[in-house]
């Protein structure tokens, strides 16, 4: 079983619409959850990290981790064409680790 | 913010030669630096995780004799890509930490074409 498991998507909504990514994890002892933005050939830049159940906020991306379910995932309101990119959820373990899912190919139609 | 210098962005080397890829952390000292590799349409896979001072810690899979990791000092850490291959070919990047806790900086990392 991976440690960090993703739909590779593609996910497309239209522009203004809601895009709902979705992350599950295997290590039930992992504290800390981070949703990674990746365009392509760049290097990964942290949108949001999450730490504790329920929902965070950050503009228009909202995180939400389930610890139970071990499920997290990441709503991205308003969508624009400039949020294509490949998400990717990360998770650090109960060794320190941080693992990353295969990520989610998101594309915004205008 | 906390910043992360990798280089070169960019290499292509031939088959048998080595190769290094050095990662700086500008602004604070990584006790921790991390090591992935990431092939064409896939995940950042983990390749070693390095402290200052230490030996690396490898993932199971890597060889630890071909992808060399040094960490001398708390801004430093070096991943030399020995006698390389083309299926050694990757995008490869690095990150570091603070401190147990602290979020993760990431370098811009190092596109590897072996001919």
């Known amino acids: 079983q991976k440690e960090v498991e993703q739909n590779s998507g593609p996910l497309s909504v239209p522009e203004g619409a809601i895009a709902s990514l979705n992350c599950t994890y295997s290590?039930?002892?992992?504290?800390?959850f981070f949703w990674y933005r990746q365009y392509s050939g760049k290097s990964p830049e942290l949108i949001m990290s999450?730490?504790?159940?329920g929902d965070k906020e950050d503009g228009r991306f909202t995180a939400q981790l389930n610890k139970a379910s071990q499920y997290v995932s990441l709503l991205i309101r308003d969508s624009q064409p400039s949020d294509s990119a490949t998400y990717l959820c990360?998770?650090?373990?109960?060794?320190?680790?941080?693992?990353f899912g295969t990520g989610t190919r998101l594309t915004v139609i205008p | 913010g906390a910043v992360v210098s990798q280089h070169p962005s960019r290499v292509i080397c031939k088959s048998g030669t080595s190769v290094k890829i050095e990662c700086r952390s500008l602004?604070?000292?990584?006790?921790?630096m991390f090591w992935y590799r990431q092939f064409p349409k896939k995940s950042l896979m983990l390749m070693a995780t390095?402290?200052?001072?230490?030996?690396?810690?490898?993932e199971q899979g890597v060889e630890k004799d071909k992808f060399l990791i040094n960490h001398a000092s708390l801004t430093l850490s070096t991943l030399t890509v020995t006698s390389a291959h083309p299926e050694d070919s990757s995008f490869y990047i690095c990150?570091?930490?603070?401190?147990?806790?602290?979020?993760?900086?990431f370098g811009s990392g190092t596109r590897l074409t072996v001919v």
């Open positions: 990150s570091a930490r603070e401190a147990a806790g602290a979020g993760y900086t």
């Open positions: 290590d039930r002892g992992s504290q800390s």
């Open positions: 999450i730490y504790s159940n």
């Open positions: 990360a998770v650090r373990n109960g060794a320190n680790n941080l693992f």
């Open positions: 602004d604070f000292q990584a006790t921790t």
């Open positions: 390095s402290n200052e001072g230490s030996k690396a810690t490898y």
